[in-house]
Every structure is written in C-alpha cells, then in structure tokens.
C-alpha cells in the first residue's frame, strides 16, 4: 500500500515536471476551490457568474475552468489541454508521452484559472497547492470523506484523528494562497485551523468567513430553488432562483461568490438559468406515471448526504420516498457514520425507505426500524427495482442518494428514457461494471 502511494506521486511528479513548462508560459492568476464536498457546484456556480466563453459577463473568455480536473493527475493534463483517463494502459502510454510534447507549445489564453484541487488522499492537497499558489483560495466544506485514506496516518501517531488529518490536509491550500482564503465561517475545524494558521504566519492572505446568516428566506421544490439573501457587501438584499432543487448550504456558497466578486471588482452575472451541474448532483427529472424523481445518486459522503436530507425535508410534496446507498471510503468508522445517516433520515419522516448495500443493511435499517419507519433492504439494485414497481403509485417523490448502481434504478424509472444521458456514470468502463452485476 505504501509502496502504491509512492508510486502514485511519482507519477505525478513527472506530470508535474512538463505540465508546469504550460503552467509558467500561462502565468494565470488561480483561483482554487477546495472542500470534502460541493467542489463541482461551486466551480459552476463562478462559472456561471462570472461568465464563460457561451455568455457575456465582465470576464467574458477571459476564464478557463478545469472541468473534470481536481488531482494531481487530471490537473497536470488539463494545463496541456488533455483529457480521458481511464483504466485503458494505451490511454496511459499515449498520455506518459503527450503531456511532454503538449507542455512544450500549448498555452492557454485566459487570464484567470479557476480549479478545483482535492484533498482526497494525503499529501495532494499540498502537491497542488505548492505548485499552483492560488491567489484566491475557496474553502466551502470538510467533513470525514475518502477517511480510509487517512486511517494510517492515524495508526502511526501523526494526528490524533481522522478529522485532525483530513482538516490538516485541506488546510495546505490557505497557507499557499497569496491574497484571498473564503471559507465556511461555520465549521468549528475550519475555523480553528484559519485561526491556528494566522496565528503562526503560515499564510499572508486574509480570510474572510461567511455563514447562513445572510439566509433570510429558502424555498425549495422538486424543480425550483429560490433564496433571499443579505449582500455580503452593499446590505442590499439579493433573490437567486435555480430551476432545480438546491440545498440550504448552496446560500453559503452564493454568499462565498459574492465575497469573490466584490474582490476582483468584476461585474457578475446572478443569473442561474443556464447553471448545468454534473450528472447526479440534484437532477430532477419526471418519472413513470406521475413520478417525481430527485437524482443525487452521483456519490454519499455524511456531509452531503445531511444537507440533501434536509433539502428533502423543506419540500412541500406529499408521499416522500427515499432511495439511499452505502456511504463508501470510511474505513473504521463506517458503523458510526451510517449510524449518524440513520438519525438524518428519521429527521425526513420518509414514507418509505429503500436502503441497497450491506453498511446501509448492517448499521442503518436496525435503526430506521426501531423507529418505527417503513424500510426495504437488499443487496440487489434489481431487488430494489422489483420493489418499487410493485409499490409505486405514481404519487411519490422519489431522492436518490448514494452510488450503489442508483443510476441504473432512476433510468429504469424515466418517463422519457432518452434522458438516461442526464445521469451519472455513462462512460463506457462503468457500463462494464453494471453489465457485470447484470444490470443492463
């Protein structure tokens, strides 16, 4: 295992090392956003706001952003304009000899470069931001997501705990950024690690905090989100309108991108008409016979999972039916964090509850049953889709949460079936993977 860490950043060293000749010849000025989770809607969100190369804005073309890029790896391609990774040994050949070529005559054009950088593994976050030194950095998140990877450092005495780890790792961004760190003023961990940083010198950006304070009102529906919020700056009160289900914690990041436009001094663009969010990231769509169906099944870590609960619990709709999936890549403390999913969903007073993998099996139905809530529990997506259609009525709002081949129930349930390209997981390998469990 150590050995296959080591490897996995020498790797990236060497990506590094040519990736960073288009680096330098570029010189944009970053702008990182970095979290346990919601890294994908917030790069939508600046994108949305401060414009892209389809929609005027102050900032018109002069942003690049680096969809399907947050690793070491994938960043290091995105600068010498390369995609596609997969699992495929030719696709990785071509790459171990294009990102040298490419490193020598691409460059981008932009002035700004606005980049995901995530902390799922030890010593990445730092890999990157090392390298990157954004000026502005976007904190929005921290939770205990990807914790088996931190569990060693742990055992060999290095932190005290896991959220001592993956907190340690995050905080590798605001001590390389050079003007700006934004983060959610409301997470103690976050908070105490800015604190701790500013205390000892080890960045010289200012850091503002923002909270849901400037929340005053939240609406949500199965096809509409609205917010009222105070101005970060003018204290002039500002409505966002998303035509999707958005959840409460998306205000805090509204607030975050006003904080980020007030600093460049840009002229945004608060219209979220066009936001496009990645596959399985609060997607609705109509469903067989009347059906309402929220997708969110593009990955479940606690912190998400928590805030898209309580997104399902302000809908006003009737027959609230929950589909949820095993939360992966906890490690030791995957009993106590299905534990803690279970109490978030009593808190909903769902309908019905289908719970598919055997964490949420073992650890979550025991709980929801005491209860007194009505769960079904398998193993089997297609148990689940047997499940359903015998017991659906057409009246329900169905969520979707988790990764649990959940993709596969929702296209199964669509009322128009060509809008299975909407949902996550369409590249071919996961295909395979569903082909294999006979999910076709």
Not at 1 to 13: D, L, N, Q, R, T
Not at 252 to 274: A, G
Request: hydrophobic share 40%.
């Amino acid at each position: 295992m150590k050995f296959k860490k080591k490897f996995y950043f020498i790797v990236a060293s060497y990506f590094r090392f040519f990736a960073n000749f288009a680096f330098r010849r570029w010189h944009p000025r970053v702008i990182a956003i970095t979290g346990s989770v919601g890294k994908t809607t917030m790069l939508n969100l600046v994108e949305c706001t401060l414009g892209d190369k389809a929609h005027y804005s102050h900032l018109g073309n002069k942003a690049h952003y680096s969809h399907d890029a947050n690793s070491a790896y994938g960043i290091a391609f995105d600068l010498v304009n390369l995609r596609g990774v997969t699992g495929s040994k030719l696709r990785w050949f071509y790459l171990f000899l294009a990102v040298p070529l490419k490193s020598l005559f691409y460059k981008h054009q932009e002035e700004f470069y606005v980049v995901e950088i995530d902390g799922e593994r030890p010593h990445e976050a730092e890999f990157l931001a090392s390298w990157l030194k954004p000026e502005v950095t976007l904190w929005i998140s921290l939770g205990l997501s990807h914790a088996v990877q931190f569990e060693q450092q742990v055992k060999d005495g290095l932190f005290s705990s896991l959220d001592k780890a993956i907190t340690h790792e995050f905080a590798m961004l605001p001590q390389y950024t050079q003007k700006l760190v934004i983060i959610d003023g409301e997470v103690d961990l976050m908070n105490r690690a800015l604190d701790s940083i500013k205390q000892k010198n080890l960045t010289k950006a200012t850091v503002i905090k923002c909270s849901k304070d400037a929340v005053k009102t939240y609406k949500v529906e199965p096809n509409h989100t609205s917010f009222l919020l105070q101005g970060t700056a003018d204290s002039v009160s500002h409505e966002y309108e998303f035509n999707r289900p958005m959840t409460k914690d998306i205000a805090i990041q509204l607030t975050m991108l006003e904080t980020l436009v007030n600093y460049l001094k840009v002229k945004p663009r608060y219209d979220f008409s066009n936001l496009k969010l990645a596959p399985g990231r609060n997607s609705y769509f109509d469903g067989k016979n009347g059906l309402k169906i929220i997708d969110s099944s593009y990955n479940a870590h606690l912190i998400s999972v928590k805030s898209i609960l309580e997104m399902y619990k302000a809908m006003h709709v009737p027959h609230k039916w929950l589909v949820i999936g095993d939360i992966v890549d906890q490690g030791s403390i995957e009993g106590q964090e299905h534990a803690k999913l279970a109490d978030e969903i009593i808190k909903v007073k769902p309908e019905q509850v289908i719970l598919i993998g055997r964490r949420t099996k073992k650890y979550t139905a025991p709980i929801l049953k005491e209860a007194g809530l009505n769960i079904y529990t398998t193993l089997d997506p297609r148990e689940a889709l047997k499940f359903l259609e015998q017991n659906l009525t057409g009246q329900e709002t169905l969520l979707f949460k988790g990764s649990q081949y959940l993709e596969w129930l929702i296209e199964k349930l669509l009322k128009n079936p060509e809008e299975a390209k909407y949902l996550p997981r369409r590249e071919k390998a996961a295909i395979k993977r569903r082909q294999k469990r006979g999910l076709n």
